[in-house]
């Protein structure tokens, strides 16, 4: 540095990490301060016109309100304003994809030509170059005058471009909304899973339904069951009072899809700008999991994009459900490994506790886009990764946990013949010296590689040293060490034994009475399995076990125990 040459600025290796290099310089005499190397970034108000108007991004009191009752934008802005790697499906009305305040951040099928009248990408829609309209069949997801806007005001609370000087800022400035249009004010189910499934196979991230209704449907949940296999967070609103729907407790009266028990569903309600909950609200103890600004129904409700380039105000918890859906683009963004479950799991902590949800949500709190996308501090890279085969389809991975505070791991494989490492998934934050996760998808008979790395919102770490493990073809080992007793407690006879296979696809219990010949087949139980409660067995009886082990190869059992069951 020119005016303190005595002022060093170190890199350090990435697994000694930041943290642990500041305390090592800090015990040197010859070190007069250590600290890290900061990122100041500018204090961001966007200059688009009518952001006043959002009192959600940023309330200080311009429309009554209660200042601060809002999701901190801007704080989270100073951060992180989006990433145009990042879909948000819009499953609704249609998004007008010419208005100049969503144009840039319209999603388009990159592996599509419009107009051509060809399915180039083969995913069973011609010329899907921004979308699909499951109402008319056809490519063009336009929002309509029946439809109310309702679609192009939920997408520009998500994602309207921010700092352009145009209008409104969305959550996220920088996105791609999935423009699905279903229908107008009703969405056929069919229409709605079809626009599900589509989103999943152009990889959305997100999905946000501002809609819902009584019924439960079972291929609506089994869509977004579909979803949730891909790792895909279904942000749905916890619905609005209604003559048809006129109990405001989700708990007691379920309202679809906000209801659907999946650890990808996150129902939304709405607050007001005092941090109330707005009396139009659904809510619920145990069925909704944060608030977000949806109202009030007035002129003071959410300004937001309107079709034909216009803007307008509209309330509910469909408004609701946006804001957080922008906030989980925005996370996503920051931290591209972050799971669905993970992202749920932070949207329903980083919140800010209100008293006026207690009791009416999980989390007890309105969303807080800042605290959700800040870390003060990245983590420590994990190290001694290692591999061993566990199953027929199943590497068990361990490694040291170096951190308390990350928000989880991304776990890499490459197969062989590949050139490079592919994201396989992502595995929980752990706080034990040793961490574990199974790859469920590994095949016998080949090698595969394996690294590693933790992640929070302040940044990503260094890869661990790089693994292989095989499962070997062949007949897996005979369990051993089987043993049986009766258990008074569980009124069963429960079985221990020793895994001592590393290849095995299932294992089969059989038993037999002292009379019997003929052995039964009395349980059928998966890898790594090793033990088993019987309970089904006769009084003053001896019982001769024995446990099989297979795979596609072969098999082998173990030695046979008996148990004597007494009077029960």
Avoid at 270 to 288: I, Q
Wanted: glycine residues 10%; charged residues 15%.
């Amino acid at each position: 540095f020119l005016g303190d040459p005595y002022l060093l600025h170190i890199r350090v290796p990435e697994h000694i990490g930041t943290e642990r290099a500041i305390s090592l310089l800090k015990t040197n005499p010859n070190a007069e301060y250590a600290e890290k190397n900061g990122l100041c970034r500018p204090f961001v108000i966007p200059i688009d016109p009518d952001f006043y108007k959002q009192w959600g991004m940023r309330n200080i009191g311009q429309t009554g309100g209660k200042p601060d009752a809002d999701i901190d934008a801007t704080d989270a802005w100073n951060i992180f304003t989006g990433s145009p790697d990042v879909v948000v499906a819009v499953i609704d009305s249609g998004i007008d994809y010419n208005h100049l305040d969503l144009q840039a951040n319209i999603w388009t099928n990159p592996n599509e030509i419009p107009g051509n009248g060809i399915d180039e990408d083969g995913n069973g829609y011609i010329d899907d170059y921004r979308g699909w309209n499951f109402v008319s069949g056809n490519n063009d997801p336009m929002d309509t005058e029946a439809g109310e806007s309702h679609g192009t005001h939920i997408a520009g609370i998500i994602g309207a471009v921010g700092n352009n000087g145009e209008g409104v800022a969305g959550v996220c400035w920088t996105v791609k909304l999935m423009a699905l249009r279903c229908g107008d004010v009703t969405y056929p189910v069919n229409n709605l899973i079809n626009a599900i499934d589509y989103a999943i196979a152009m990889n959305a991230r997100v999905m946000n339904a501002s809609w819902g209704w009584l019924t439960h449907s079972q291929s609506l949940y089994e869509a977004i069951l579909r979803a949730r296999d891909k790792g895909i967070l279904f942000v749905a609103a916890a619905g609005n009072y209604h003559w048809s729907m006129p109990e405001l407790d989700n708990d007691k009266q379920p309202v679809y899809p906000a209801s659907y028990y999946l650890d990808n569903v996150l129902a939304v309600l709405a607050t007001d700008y005092e941090d109330k909950l707005n009396p139009f609200s659904h809510y619920g103890k145990r069925s909704v999991g944060v608030g977000a600004p949806g109202g009030p129904i007035t002129t003071s409700g959410i300004w937001s994009t309107w079709l034909g380039g216009g803007y307008g105000f509209m309330s509910g918890t469909s408004m609701a459900a946006p804001h957080v859906a922008g906030a989980t683009a925005l996370a996503i963004g920051k931290c591209p490994p972050i799971s669905h479950s993970q992202l749920k799991s932070r949207l329903m902590a980083k919140v800010d506790v209100l008293s006026s949800l207690k009791n009416k949500c999980v989390s007890e709190g309105r969303v807080n886009a800042h605290k959700l996308i800040y870390d003060p501090a990245a983590p420590n890279a994990p190290s001694n990764l290692g591999a061993v085969s566990t199953g027929w389809t199943t590497i068990t991975l361990t490694w040291a946990d170096n951190s308390t505070n990350e928000i989880g791991f991304e776990l890499q494989r490459k197969d062989p013949g590949m050139p490079d490492h592919a994201y396989l998934k992502s595995a929980d934050a752990h706080q034990t010296s040793i961490a574990s996760v199974n790859d469920w998808t590994a095949v016998a008979g080949q090698p595969f590689f394996y690294r590693l790395r933790a992640y929070n919102m302040a940044g990503i770490t260094g890869f661990t040293n790089e693994v292989n493990a095989t499962i070997p073809v062949g007949t897996p080992e005979a369990p051993s060490w089987l043993f049986g007793v009766w258990e008074w407690g569980w009124g069963a006879v429960h079985l221990t034994w020793t895994d001592t296979s590393n290849n095995e696809e299932y294992y089969y219990v059989e038993r037999k009475s002292e009379w019997e010949v003929q052995w039964a087949q009395i349980a059928q139980l998966g890898q790594n399995y090793a033990s088993h409660y019987d309970p089904g067995v006769a009084g003053d009886t001896i019982y001769h076990y024995r446990v099989k082990v297979t795979n596609p190869i072969g098999y082998a059992y173990s030695d046979i125990v008996p148990v004597y069951v007494p009077w029960h």
